[in-house]
């Protein structure tokens, strides 16, 4: 058997879990959730014993309209503090930074003038140099750091390693193995995570696991590269997120041992909240349309599009599929 | 790294892949399924590549009321006879028998007068002696025979340990790892498959593998089993099965690089059949209701009737199932 990092039984310290409900998910709904759900959301989160919750984009507004936008899409200091004020709770925050996307000069206040607690980088392989630019800029500025190198399920290898010995000789944190696709198998993770654990173990960082569950393994490689060490655990209520979804937290809390978890507060904040979502038409979840692009390890814009005009007919578009891989 | 046996991108020769769609799933719909619906799945798994399609139970008529099930609870050989005429196809024709509810000295024919090929006996730990006659019986008579050893997560370990060696002792074929509770978790899996995998490889028999869906872990640990040595590979269309059902076939299929599978057929088949059957009310799939009696190592009956109350109050029925167990 191959090793293991602790056991079905026991608490693993480093474990933080991270809610990225309104992130993820705000990429079903254009972000935008109302306040009273926001709310409810994060003292759910607190109730649970979530180590983050996080808000959503600092995204740029030269970029993005904010008209066409719910507000997480741009996490202003002041739509955070009206949820959670100076947030005295045990909690962290978050949100997410897109290389690019974001006017992090201007919109990443300093460290002692926000709420925030921790900003998470999210790059390609290609754009990491300046992912390392907005990591040392947020460092600076007094954040905990992390960083997702998203879609690696399309990159080869070596430039896989060129790029995680690059970031991790920067001064991040935290380093995402990222299944943006939901084309990993268990076996795969367990491998992948090996990588990003040795060289974790080089220069003294921590890993961190973000899945999709376009082949319901989302749940499952999470808890496969926590056995094989990764320490930050991504997770949305009901697997709120982007096309096929995440790893449901409802399943990552019931898995945990830790005490401190507490999974009847998030069941209950999905009686209360998901279903009444789902109700009003929010579409999220495994379909095979997802299957699909995830076996084909294309991104999911082309299921989400299937699904959005109610198409059933699967054979076909696998056929549109296989054409635009050509 | 645990040894696994093949790799991802190669085919298994050992892999036989067992459609339980009306035998699992016609405990969701009490076996009433339309003749159409069940000729049109014969016609898919045909085209899929499927091995083994499981037709139901061979249920006592002294027992059941066949008033008040559909027709496949019983299997009579000229009903099956009606939907695959003499089965001149590659695929193998298989049914359900339940130790204490089958009649199986009148209702199993030799197999010279049946269409059917395998003989699936189903077992609790403390009818293994009765599940040998059964399965001596069913040899004797020339067929194939499998064993599921169910509800084992509740079972100690040396009992099963002494299970197993009785069972590997019989003249049976196939001895299947079951998840009857979806309480077991792929680490578990793997442990497991290799137990089983002892016996099999001391006794000359070949393991299968049969995952419940409660924690949305039944197709990666039907993965899981096959990478460490299991053969037989139960799946269902869309995971129709008790409950949260049981690994889909379509994620099965998709994962399988054998030439011979073709997982569009089945694809197929859900857009004509199982998105038919859900609009008409039949319900199974992963709830947070089976998450909980997952968690709890329990028999989905509670859950089963808390969806069938469209209830949706997790936190109260948590504390029910908590009363339950004491």
Redesign the interface.
Known sequence: ??E?YGS?VSVRPDVRVVDCTLRDGGLVNNFRFSDEFVRDLYLTNIKAGVDYMEFGYKASKEIFNPENFGKWKFCDEQDIRNIVGDNKTDMKIAVMADVGRTDFHKDILPKEESVIDMIRVATYINTIPAAIEMIEDAKEKGYEVTVNIMAISKVHEADLDAGLELLAQSNVDVIYLVDSFGAF????I??LT?KYMDVAQKYNKIIGIHAH?N??????NT??AL?RGASYLDATVSGMGRGAGNC?M??LL??LKNPKYNK?AV??F??KQI?KLRAEGVIWGYD?AY??TG?LNSHPSAAIQFIKEHR????MF?QELLDDAL
């Open positions: 058997m191959g293991r079905l198998y268990p076996e795969q367990e491998r090996k569950n082949q319901q393994l989302a749940f499952a808890i496969e056995s449901y409802e399943l019931s898995f009847i069941m209950s999905v009686e279903d095979i299957l699909l076996i059933n007919d699967y054979a696998y």
